[in-house]
C-alpha cells in the first residue's frame, strides 16, 4: 500500500468545509483503489483542547503544533474569520516555515495563504485567495504576486486557492499527481464535482468593486456610464461632459479608479450582461445590444476572454429559476438563439 501522510492545521475560527472537502475527497482514494492507496489525515490544532469552527461545530485534534509530529508529506492549513487572529502567533509561524522546509508540499485554502504570508513565505511567490480578500492579501504582502481570478495556483512546493469549495478542486489536484489522471477522475465522479472546473473566479465576483470616491470630479461620467451602457461611447464625448481634454479625463479616471476608463467601461458592460443572463431569457442578441456591445458575438468574445466562460455556460451556471418578471415574461425577448 502507497499511503500519503496529510497534516491539516486547525485554529479557532476555521471553515469547517475547507477541512471536510478535501478530507472526504482523500478518503475516497481508500475506497476506490480498494485499499492499495491511501492518504493517513491528521488534524493539527493551533491550540489545546478542542477547536470551534466558524460554523460553531467543534473538533478534537489529533495533536497541536506543540506536539511531535511524524514527517508529513502534505501540509493544509484553511481558511476562516479566525485566520487574522492568528497573524501573530509565531509559534504558528516557525511551525509553518518548519514544516515547509520538511514537507513535499504545503498547501493554504481561501484566505489561509494570510498565515503562509505572516510567515515571510510568499515573497516573490504567485498566489490566490478567495476574490473578496485579493486586495487586502496584495496590501499587506506586497512581495507576492496575487493573482486574484485564479481557482488555485502552484509554484514550486506552495499551493494556493480560491475559497471554500476550492480545497476540493486542490485536493483533486494533488490526487491527480499522487494516483494518476484516472483516479482523480474517479474521485470526482464519486463527489459529482468537476475534477478541473471551467473559468476563475472572475465569474463569481463582481468586476467593478473599485469605483473611487463619491465626490470625486469624475464620478459624474462613471455615473453617466453605468445609466448609459448602450451607448457607442468615445473618450472625446466623455470629456467634453466634464469640460475636460481626453488625455486629462484618462489620466484622472485611472488615478481615481485604479483602471482604465476603458477598462472600467468593459467590466461595466460584462457585469450587466451577467446581470440579464442571470436573470432574463433574453437572447445573446438582446443582451448585447442593451449593453453596449457591437454584436451577440463581440459580447461572446470579449465575456469569454474576460471571465473564461461563455454567456451560455454562465446561464446555466447561475440562472435563477424565478423569472417571473415581466421582462424575462415578454414574447419578444424570448428569441430563441444557436450558440
Known amino acids: 500500500m502507497r499511503k500519503i501522510t496529510v497534516a491539516m492545521v486547525l485554529f479557532p475560527g476555521f471553515q469547517l468545509l475547507d477541512i471536510a472537502g478535501p478530507k472526504d475527497a482523500f478518503a475516497e482514494v481508500r475506497i476506490l483503489s480498494h485499499g492499495e492507496c491511501e492518504y493517513e489525515m491528521l488534524t493539527v490544532g493551533t491550540t489545546r483542547g478542542s477547536v470551534q469552527s466558524s460554523s460553531g461545530l467543534t473538533v478534537v485534534p489529533d495533536r497541536t503544533i506543540f506536539d511531535p509530529c511524524p514527517q508529513f508529506d502534505t501540509v493544509i492549513i484553511p481558511g476562516g474569520l479566525g485566520i487574522f487572529e492568528v497573524l501573530e502567533d509565531s509559534t504558528l509561524s516557525e511551525w509553518l516555515v518548519r514544516q515547509r522546509r520538511l514537507s513535499r508540499r504545503i498547501a493554504a485554502i481561501c484566505n489561509g495563504v494570510f498565515a503562509f504570508g505572516a510567515a515571510g513565505m510568499i515573497d516573490n511567490r504567485t498566489v490566490t485567495t478567495h476574490w473578496m480578500d485579493a486586495a487586502r492579501l496584495a496590501t499587506m504582502f506586497p512581495k507576492a504576486n496575487v493573482e486574484p481570478d485564479q481557482i488555485y495556483v502552484k509554484d514550486e512546493g506552495i499551493y494556493t486557492t480560491a475559497g471554500v469549495t476550492a480545497g476540493i478542486d486542490l485536493a483533486l489536484v494533488m490526487i491527480e499527481e499522487d494516483f494518476g489522471k484516472k483516479m482523480a477522475l474517479d474521485v470526482a465522479k464519486y463527489l459529482i464535482v468537476y475534477v478541473r472546473r471551467v473559468g476563475g473566479q472572475s465569474q463569481f465576483s463582481p468586476l467593478l468593486e473599485t469605483q473611487g470616491a463619491a465626490d470625486s470630479q469624475i464620478q459624474p ?79 461572446r468574445r470579449t465575456f469569454s476572454k474576460r471571465l473564461h466562460i461563455s454567456p451560455m455556460e454562465y446561464r446555466q451556471r447561475f440562472r435563477s429559476n424565478d423569472l417571473g418578471n415581466a421582462e424575462s415574461g415578454s414574447k419578444r425577448d424570448r428569441v430563441s438563439e444557436k450558440v
Request: with cysteine; net charge positive.
Open 221 to 299: 461620467v462613471r455615473q453617466y456610464l453605468l445609466d448609459n451602457l448602450h451607448l457607442p461611447h468615445t473618450m472625446t464625448s466623455l470629456a467634453q461632459r466634464l469640460n475636460m481634454s481626453a488625455r486629462n479625463l484618462s489620466r484622472v479616471f485611472s488615478k481615481e479608479c485604479g483602471v482604465s476608463l476603458i477598462a472600467f467601461l468593459n467590466d461595466a458592460r460584462i457585469d450587466a450582461a451577467r446581470r440579464y443572463l442571470e436573470s432574463t431569457d433574453h437572447a445573446v442578441s438582446v443582451i448585447a445590444r442593451r449593453c453596449g456591445f457591437e454584436n451577440a458575438d463581440t459580447l
